[in-house]
T-cell receptor, first 112, second 109 residues
Framework: DGGITQSPKYLFRKEGQNVTLSCEQN?????MYWYRQDPGQGLRLIYY???????QKGDIAEGYSVSREKKESFPLTVTSAQKNPTAFYLC???????????FGSGTRLTVV | RKEVEQDPGPFNVPEGATVAFNCTYS??????FFWYRQDCRKEPKLLMS???SGNEDGRFTAQLNRASQYISLLIRDSKLSDSATYLC??????????FGPGTRLSVLP
């Protein structure tokens, strides 16, 4: 079955450490997205990519980086510059404009 | 004005009740709209798409009013399993979607 896989499900980061969240899709979707959700709040866009080797900043890109070397993969790195990284991170993809998103099951990141 | 606003909730309704949520958006050029359902600590899942004046799927009806720039979601005969947060989603600037803050629904036995 096609879908989006995010890993790990839970991740703990020490202060000052970079961590990378994985997102892989086998839906053959062109566009991929990363969102952050804080408790009781809506989703905020971090980065998005509409085509391989190209990506754009979303509303809260500071302290994050991404790459899109393959259509199937869109990893997100949370750098030490992100001062408040504890959140629920969601990866999504869509086939084209005006189509809804398919989400991965998310990664819960906690700073310890 | 925020890009996408929703009824703040929470809505606490008895089983079998009919409940409606509203969502307003600021981008008059938006053509398609979505309602997502998000269970606690889970990812959002697509509930309904709205491309024209509305859409109906079983107990769920979504209506679009372009002139007033709002969409609504009506749930009839509420079930306990309908308890979740409902997210209104509106596309802005092409392919990027803006999510509303969500409306939480609790269906009580």
């Amino acid at each position: 079955d096609g879908g989006i896989t995010q890993s790990p499900k839970y991740l703990f980061r020490k202060e000052g450490q970079n961590v990378t969240l994985s997102c892989e899709q086998n839906l053959n979707h062109d566009a991929m997205y990363w969102y952050r959700q804080d408790p009781g709040q809506g989703l905020r866009l971090i980065y998005y990519s509409q085509i391989v080797n190209d990506f754009q900043k979303g509303d809260i890109a500071e302290g994050y980086s991404v790459s899109r070397e393959k259509k199937e993969s869109f990893p997100l790195t949370v750098t030490s510059a992100q001062k408040n990284p504890t959140a629920f991170y969601l990866c999504a993809s869509s086939p084209a404009e005006n189509y809804g998103y398919t989400f991965g099951s998310g990664t819960r990141l906690t700073v310890v | 004005r925020k890009e996408v606003e929703q009824d703040p909730g929470p809505f606490n309704v008895p089983e079998g009740a009919t409940v409606a949520f509203n969502c307003t958006y600021s981008n008059s050029a938006s053509q398609s709209f979505f309602w997502y359902r998000q269970d606690c600590r889970k990812e959002p899942k697509l509930l309904m798409s709205v491309y024209s004046s509305g859409n109906e799927d079983g107990r769920f009806t979504a209506q679009l009013n372009r002139a007033s720039q709002y969409i609504s979601l009506l749930i009839r005969d509420s079930k306990l399993s309908d308890s979740a947060t409902y997210l209104c989603v509106v596309p802005f600037y092409g392919q990027n979607f803006v999510f509303g803050p969500g409306t939480r629904l609790s269906v009580l036995p």
